[in-house]
């Protein structure tokens, strides 16, 4: 190796090292010690004794844990599912309309994306007054007369879920939107011109064409909304906390794995073998579905 | 040059982060070294007694300076062990009672008090139950409170429509409808935060399901939550929501509270705790508390008392004898007596005056008729609670997705899981 290959690595273990230690530090350590931590039988705070892989066994068939996770597990399902379809079809949407220069498409890139920009505590704190039995949500139904849809949105178990999985909607749809827009103003004009001499309607147009080039957003927005669906935490926390309530319905494994690794004050105490566990599930859950997720999506994508 | 350039930002970065860091560490030097000792509290609503309190404590101590942190009640135990765990943690603080104090007692994370403060025995055992691990049998606190649920009511509106405090079940939902033909919410109890039906339990359930009787019972295993009688007592619970509020699935633990210092609800089921809250949003209101009464007029009603709050000390502090000094401060009657006065809290410190203030000695008197908060006091040891299974249960009732009978048996389950007397 000469000199200057030499310099050449030590350059770049100069400004790997830092990134490196802080994925080490934050990422790597934490995920280890969780799965060294659910190895163990714990008493309260303390590690006991090395049980092997006890903890997921009991995760995944010992009652209340498997009715728990499972129920939680549907849960992260349901966000995933209304998120994909929901958000990123609107998304879509959105970010075609305002490919297309729609009349103040300037003015919308910027107010779509404007939530996105808010803290998740925040646009929590505050969907969780509008969504009060007497916030501004019913106060808005009742004033124009729709008194019948008036809920306990956050308090009625077949609307909680749902309702937060709104909000976090209206929080984060601009992303995906600025995401395709970008995309889709990528899409070579000569293409299009060429599509629209030939004739090609506006919707032809968009799923012979357009679509099939964007597919490599499109599995990035996939993989986004997998990794997001598995993490929910915030938004319940703030809307429904720690319990997921009512009775366990916006509980998801974000919240179950907070609530079994360090307790929830007016329930129960901790369990930190159980929470481990969970924690290790989500990371295996995460990695195999975005890896799927990605796969599927490559093999969709078409080159120029 | 352009490279140049870019090396010189880089190092200004590297270094500037090193010294931001530097900075943090080094301890601002006082003209007086002052032991500083952490205090951690879960009532963000008493940060100005216990700041005027910290303030008597200091000008007595000068050598001494207490920094006091407030957390939001329900995050308190997660970002307590967080930081104990961590390593972090304060050195005096607000403990739980129970199961969870047991938890931090079995973890060594609290010190043995015996041996600091020898003023312990003088405790009354009830109030020393909540603070002792069943696990080793040691104090770890110093009881601070103990708490009663009942029932308030709004004694403007009672004089109004001309209501007296019921001697029995019918008399009550005959002054709720009578609240309710007035336009008032008669119960201003919600149900979107679970723990806050465990309240209600404990403030309407002992009249119906056999108050301590039952609760030796359960514990014994000779009887358990499928019980006609606890059953009957859920089928209670259930007809109070056409009392509640509207949509009162949604209503919080805070908006149940802004109904009735707002005088927009009569009644609340609610914890002793509330009172100085009500004083502070709502001078004027006019309140007192009875104990909810069961079918039979000639039996008082019973409440459900609970020992709550120890001031612990962290095991790890490095600052164990300030840290006694402020404990001891914090267990003397002078501090008991502005507890009765200022919280309107029952303070459990040996010899105070409680009936030195109306609303304690008509707590006291209820006391007469005291039964364990059922959950908490007998089943909040082990995993799942009875606690967050009530909790849970209670909602599915409340909202109507689970019957009496099956939200009894999903109680009964899953104590069953783990409690050896149900397991005979």
Redesign the interface.
Same mark, same amino acid.
């Given at each position: 190796m000469d000199v200057k290959q030499l310099r050449k690595a030590a350059w770049i273990i100069f400004f790997v090292t830092p990134g490196l230690m802080i994925v080490g530090v934050f990422i790597l350590l934490p995920l280890f010690m969780s799965l060294y931590n659910s190895l163990f039988s714990w008493n309260q705070l303390l590690p006991v004794e090395f049980v092997g892989l006890e903890n997921f066994s009991r995760l995944f068939t010992k009652y209340p844990y498997q009715q728990r996770f499972l129920n939680a597990l549907q849960n992260n399902l349901i966000w995933f599912l209304s998120t994909m379809v929901l958000q990123n079809s609107v998304g879509l949407l959105f970010g075609y309309l305002m490919s297309r220069s729609i009349p103040g498409y300037q003015a919308f890139k910027r107010i779509f994306f404007i939530p996105v920009l808010f803290s998740i505590i925040a646009v929590g704190f505050l969907w969780g007054l509008y969504l009060k039995p007497s916030g501004l949500v019913n106060n808005f139904l009742g004033l124009v007369g729709l008194e019948s849809l008036q809920h306990a949105w956050l308090g009625e178990e077949r609307f909680a879920t749902m309702a937060i999985i709104m909000v976090n909607i209206w929080r984060w749809v601009g992303f995906p939107s600025l995401v395709f827009l970008a995309a889709i103003d990528n899409v070579p004009t000569e293409c299009l011109e060429a599509a629209h001499l030939d004739g090609v309607g506006e919707w032809k147009l968009f799923w012979k064409i357009v679509f099939p080039l964007i597919i490599p957003s499109i599995t990035i927005i996939t993989v986004l909304t997998v990794i997001g669906s598995l993490n929910v935490f915030e938004q319940i926390y703030t809307m429904t906390g720690l319990d997921g309530g009512p009775n366990y319905s916006t509980d998801t494994i974000g919240t179950l794995f907070y609530r079994t690794a360090f307790g929830s004050v007016d329930a129960g105490s901790p369990e930190i073998g159980i929470g481990s566990a969970i924690g290790v599930v989500i990371y295996i859950l995460t990695f195999l579905i975005s890896l799927i997720s990605i796969r599927f999506s490559r093999s969709r994508e078409v080159q120029l | 040059m352009k490279r140049f350039l870019l090396l010189m930002l880089v190092c200004t970065v590297a270094v500037s982060t090193l010294f931001a860091a530097g900075t943090t560490e080094t301890p601002v030097a006082g003209s007086q070294a002052k032991t500083e000792i952490h205090f951690w509290t !879960?009532r963000p609503e008493d940060v100005d007694f216990y700041a005027s309190q910290i303030a008597i404590f200091e000008a007595a101590n000068p050598d001494i300076k207490v920094v006091q942190t407030a957390h939001k009640?329900? &995050?308190?135990?997660?970002i307590l /062990?967080?930081a *104990?765990?961590g390593g972090s943690g304060p050195d005096v603080f607000q403990g @739980?009672a129970y199961?969870?104090l047991?938890?931090?007692a079995? =973890?060594?994370?609290l010190e043995p008090l015996e041996q600091w403060l020898p003023e312990l025995k003088n405790y009354s055992p009830t109030a020393l139950l909540g603070a002792t691990s069943p696990t080793d049998g040691k104090i770890y606190g110093s009881p601070a409170v103990s708490q009663t649920v009942f029932m308030y009511y709004n004694k403007a509106i009672y004089k109004e429509l001309g209501l007296s405090i019921p001697k029995n079940w019918a008399q009550l939902i005959a002054n709720f409808d009578a609240m309710k033909k007035a336009g008032y919410i008669p119960l201003a109890n919600? /149900?979107?935060?679970? !723990?806050t039906l &465990?309240t209600m339990l404990g403030g309407m359930g002992p009249a119906f399901y056999g108050a301590t009787d039952f609760f030796t019972a359960v514990v014994e295993g000779k009887k358990n939550f499928q019980d006609p009688a606890f059953i009957k007592m859920i089928e209670k619970m259930k007809s109070l929501t056409a009392y509640m509020?509207?949509?009162?699935?949604?209503? =919080?633990y805070e908006?149940m509270r802004a109904n009735f210092f707002n005088e927009v609800a009569g009644h609340l089921v609610g914890g002793s705790y509330e009172a100085a809250y009500f004083n502070a949003q709502n001078p004027d209101l006019d309140y007192d508390v009875f104990a909810i009464p069961g079918e039979d007029a000639s039996k008082p009603g019973p409440v459900s008392v609970y020992a709550d709050m120890n001031f612990a000390m962290n095991a790890a502090s490095q600052k164990k004898n300030a840290a006694v000094k402020f404990l001891k401060f914090l267990s003397s009657k002078d501090f008991g007596n502005s507890m009765i006065r200022e919280l309107k809290m029952i303070s459990s410190v040996p010899g105070v005056d409680a009936s030195s203030d109306p609303f304690i000695a008509r707590v006291l008197e209820l006391q007469k008729n005291a039964t364990p908060f059922i959950f908490l006091v007998g089943f @909040?040891?082990?995993?799942?609670?009875g =606690?967050?299974l009530w909790? /849970?249960?209670a909602?599915?009732v409340m909202?109507g997705? *689970?019957t009496p009978a099956q939200a009894a048996k999903q109680v009964q389950?899953?104590i069953a =899981?783990y409690y050896k007397p149900f397991q005979k």
């Open positions: - | !879960w009640n329900t &995050e308190y135990n997660t /062990a967080a *104990l765990a @739980r199961g969870g047991a938890t931090f079995d =973890s060594h994370y919600g /149900a979107k935060d679970g !723990w &465990e509020p509207d949509m009162f699935m949604g209503v =919080s908006d @909040r040891y082990q995993q799942p609670t =606690s967050s909790q /849970a249960a909602q599915g909202a997705t *689970l389950d899953g =899981s």
